[in-house]
């Protein structure tokens, strides 16, 4: 439950396309459900290579999706390409694009990041994770980031917390509302989005409304300041 999480689930929200460039198989492609080994074809691998707007692919109550592969790993198109792509076929789509990073910074995490109204990053109350959010601050300080606290626990760990509060404070970054850790997702298998149900369960709910107001926070990045 993190960035292919937050991802899924905004692009769901938005109404947006969801263009995976997140090579590994804990990404949102297999979540959507899509396996490559059954295609003949690399839709995303196509797109980039012959500068053609690829097709969304259509499931029922989930986002619209460009799927990955895992050879883009060794065939990252240029940062600057990227960002060209993703600009242009937002423009031939008519809707907002999610797009889900690889974690590591790369060609294709540059070019997104680039070409981003706003780079939404959770950030785990972890020392391990926080050590690595410092340095994403760090490396991406010129980038529009949001911060979304994840996996909190019921009682936040009061170091790590304030650890957190600092980091954002000396890099200028906003904080979204934070989404909870919720046991029941670690063991969940249905590829629908959470923010799907209607009605929702009584167990989805909590979540149900966090991811809202994370939603409405990317919604309104940078309106304040306008």
């Not at 993190?2 to 947006?16: F, I, P, R, V």
């Not at 490559?36 to 109550?61: C, I, K, N, V, W």
């Not at 990073?101 to 070019?111: A, E, I, K, L, V």
Request: hydrophobic fraction near 40%.
């Amino acid at each position: 439950m993190g960035k292919s999480l937050l991802a899924y689930e905004l692009a769901y929200l938005l109404d947006a396309v969801l263009v995976d460039l997140d090579w590994d198989r804990g990404g949102v492609t297999r979540q959507w459900g899509y396996r490559h080994e059954d295609r003949m074809r690399a839709p995303l691998l196509d797109a980039f290579e012959r500068g053609r707007t690829p097709s969304p692919l259509q499931g029922y109550r989930k986002p619209p999706l460009i799927p990955s592969h895992p050879d883009l790993a060794t065939n990252q198109p240029p940062a600057d390409v990227v960002a060209d792509c993703l600009e242009q076929w937002a423009k031939e789509w008519g809707r907002p694009i999610v797009v889900d990073t690889h974690p590591g910074g790369c060609p294709t995490t540059y070019g997104a990041a680039s070409a981003a109204r706003v780079v939404v990053s959770p950030a785990v109350l972890a020392t391990r994770e926080l050590e690595a959010t410092e340095g994403m601050l760090e490396e991406l300080a010129d980038y529009p980031l949001l911060m979304v606290p994840n996996k909190v626990p019921r009682v936040p760990p009061a170091a790590e917390l304030d650890r957190l509060s600092r980091m954002v404070t000396r890099a200028g970054v906003p904080v979204a509302p934070p989404v909870s850790f919720h046991y029941w997702l670690e063991r969940r298998k249905i590829r629908v989005a959470v923010t799907s149900y209607d009605p929702v369960p009584a167990r989805v709910q909590p979540l149900h409304d966090e991811l809202h107001a994370v939603a409405k926070a990317v919604t309104n990045y940078g309106r304040a300041a306008a």
